[in-house]
């Protein structure tokens, strides 16, 4: 059985080793600010012919690039969730559990409006909850674009699995359906 790690990663041909070895037959290393007078020094004592004879290898072509740890909650690829239960978040399917309606309210005022209802609505086990932010006259409404970076901060990011903008009959692009973590 072949170590999972090494399949991953494609070996070059004999023809693309030869091409980057072409490649690089002229090549000299780069003389940058961070190298020091005695590295120049003993580059220079070297013979002209043994200072290029040595090719260097090409890098390892990988085949598929490694996922990195998420930093963000990511409304479009949600992890801990199955496909089924985002689509069903996503058309507005999973039965509501609770409201909040933040319109009218300060940013300091819903910000913790927010937290508050977050914390009850995990307590009480709910899972779904609808965020009615409103959609804002001229500038697009404050809130309904920085409730999604508080869900992404704490002590919401604890709280909340993922999100999603709310179908038209929920409220449309000014609400979000907010998927909370179930509790321990």
């Known amino acids: 059985m072949r170590d999972r790690r090494r ?3 494609r070996r070059l041909t004999a023809e693309e080793l030869a091409l980057w070895r072409a490649a690089m037959r002229d090549t000299r290393p780069f003389a940058g600010p961070a190298k020091t007078r005695a590295a ?5 004592q070297e013979p002209p012919s043994s200072r290029h004879t040595a090719v260097a290898e090409p890098p390892r072509i990988p085949r598929r690039p490694q996922p990195s740890a998420p930093q963000r909650l990511d409304p479009r690829h949600p992890a801990g969730l199955d496909r089924r239960s985002w689509q069903r978040l996503r058309r507005g399917r ?7 309606d933040l319109h009218g309210m300060t940013q300091e005022e819903a910000w913790r409006a927010l937290v508050a209802f977050t914390a009850e609505m995990q307590a009480k ?11 804002g006259i001229r500038t697009g409404g404050i809130l309904r674009r920085t409730a999604p970076r508080w869900l992404e901060s704490p002590p919401l990011r604890d709280r909340v699995l993922t999100y999603a903008p709310a179908r038209i009959e929920h409220g449309g692009e000014g609400a979000l359906y907010v ?3 179930r509790r321990r």
């Open 179 to 181: 998927l909370l973590r």
């Open 40 to 44: 120049d020094e003993s580059a220079e």
């Open 125 to 135: 086990g709910a899972r779904c909850v609808l965020v009615i932010t409103g959609r």
């Open 7 to 9: 399949s991953r990663e």
């Open 94 to 100: 999973l039965p509501i559990e609770g409201r909040i």
